[in-house]
């Protein structure tokens, strides 16, 4: 409990909730595990809770306003030596604004000039919990890589049952000390990621395609990029924009794909083929668009090159992650996949599940190792799901290349 939080200077949020109150005793728990916390409150925060409370607990002064006369600017020094912010409990109100760059005090204003990792801990009524603008709010800042420790169920301060409690101090702490062990342990990697679809073309007009919407590679390239590596992207056509500092090359078809990862390889230390690179393509792709007729058109379709078994052979001590999407005996061909591919950690989903696949914001997944342990994880956003691949990654590179290995 103590080694991830030990002199890390935590910047703790205190929002206008009725659950403001528990910060004091997330404060002194985060203080007794050994870190430094200075404590932002917003101005309706004030309403619930004094700020001499945490200045007694914190032994530090508690900052409530943006203009306070100082010879510092006190967002951005506040800002940059944050190692995490934590906004616990963070209200409908704030989610709000972080989700849209509104800056209008003290608390906002630090956030969007810090580059800090963020972990938010909603509390509310539970009709604001379920309502879409705050559900959408969420998805854009698990989008953006913030840690959102989800609320609990039960008696509400309206006196009705429902989601919204603020999660429980020991959740949040363990919420924090992930985030913060998570930090750098990618330092000195270069990752060469694939992501999105590929499209085969027809005719000018016309190709062939799949539902991946990249949403998944996406994710594990921001959080690979947020845990400190390179991140080389190569993508299929997606509209996602580009995450911030991952450096991304576009492409069109599995053949351009295959030719970006083979430029790309040598500088690669961690290889994740997230793409659902097409299997097969039309033999021949017509030079003007087909006219309508009544005819019946036959389509003949070949293979398209199999980019995982031609970098097996180059593979050296990259690590090797592949992707499975399956909509039937999905654990047996994961693992034949990883053993065809010669793969280090295969990352298999069932896309017929509720909550899985393509095109959603989570995704259940099963990870399989190339020492024969197998992983069912939980529905999970997709950005928990690339944080919990990233780990599996970190946790095997580092295991000794024993004979227990059954993939060579
Ligand atoms: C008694 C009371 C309790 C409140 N509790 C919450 C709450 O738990 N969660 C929430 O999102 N808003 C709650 N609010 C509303 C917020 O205080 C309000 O939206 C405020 O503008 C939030 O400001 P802040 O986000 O800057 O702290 C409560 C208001 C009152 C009067």
């Known amino acids: 409990m103590e080694t991830a939080l030990r002199d890390k200077h935590i910047l703790l949020g205190v929002t206008g909730s009725i659950a403001a109150y528990k910060s004091v005793l997330i404060l002194r728990e985060l203080i007794q595990a050994g870190a430094r916390v200075t404590v932002v409150m917003t101005s309706s925060a004030r ?123 020991e959740k949040i702490l363990s919420a924090v000390q992930n985030r913060l062990k998570r930090n750098e342990d990618f330092k000195g990697e270069t990752v060469l990621m694939t992501a999105g679809p590929t499209q085969e073309p027809v005719d000018p007009v016309r190709y062939l395609t799949n539902r991946s919407s990249g949403k998944m590679g996406y994710a594990l390239a921001r959080a690979a990029q947020g845990r400190g590596a390179r ?33 790309s390889l040598p500088e690669a230390t961690v290889l994740i083929m997230a793409a659902a690179v097409a299997d097969y393509r039309p033999r021949r792709s017509a030079d003007r668009k087909l006219k309508k007729g009544l005819e019946p058109v036959l389509l003949e379709l070949e293979p398209t090159p199999d980019i995982l078994s031609e970098v097996r052979l180059q593979r050296g001590r990259r690590f090797h992650v592949g992707f499975a999407a399956e909509t039937e005996d999905l654990e047996n061909r994961a693992r034949a996949k990883l053993e065809q591919k010669g793969l280090d950690l295969i990352v298999a989903n069932d896309v017929t599940q509720e909550g899985a696949g393509f095109d959603l914001d989570t995704n259940i997944v099963t990870l399989m190792d190339a020492y024969g342990e197998t992983t069912a ?32």
Not at 124 to 149: A, I, Y
Not at 378 to 388: C, D, F, I, V
């Open 231 to 263: 991140v080389l992207l190569i993508s299929g056509p997606t509209s996602l924009p580009c995450p911030v500092g991952v450096e991304r090359v576009q492409v069109r078809t599995a053949e351009e794909m295959r030719d970006a990862v083979l430029r």
């Open 377 to 408: 994880l939980p529905k999970l956003s997709k950005a928990e799901t690339a944080e919990r691949i990233l780990d599996a990654i970190v946790k095997l590179k580092t295991r000794p290349r024993t004979n227990d290995r059954i993939i060579r």
């Open 47 to 169: 309403q619930f809770i004094t700020p001499l409370t945490f200045q007694v607990l914190s032994r530090r002064p508690v900052y409530t306003s943006l203009f306070d006369p100082s010879d510092e600017i006190r967002h951005l020094t506040l800002a940059e030596r944050a190692d995490l912010i934590l906004i616990a409990p963070a209200t409908a109100n704030i989610i709000g604004k972080i989700a849209n760059g509104i800056a209008d005090d003290l608390l906002t204003t630090l956030v969007l000039a810090g580059r800090a990792p963020l972990v938010i801990a909603p509390a509310m009524d539970g009709d604001m919990w379920t309502h879409p603008v705050l559900q959408r709010n969420l998805s854009v800042l698990d989008g953006l890589g913030v840690r959102v420790v989800p609320p609990e169920e039960g008696p509400l301060a309206s006196g009705k049952e429902g989601m919204g409690r603020l999660a429980s101090e």
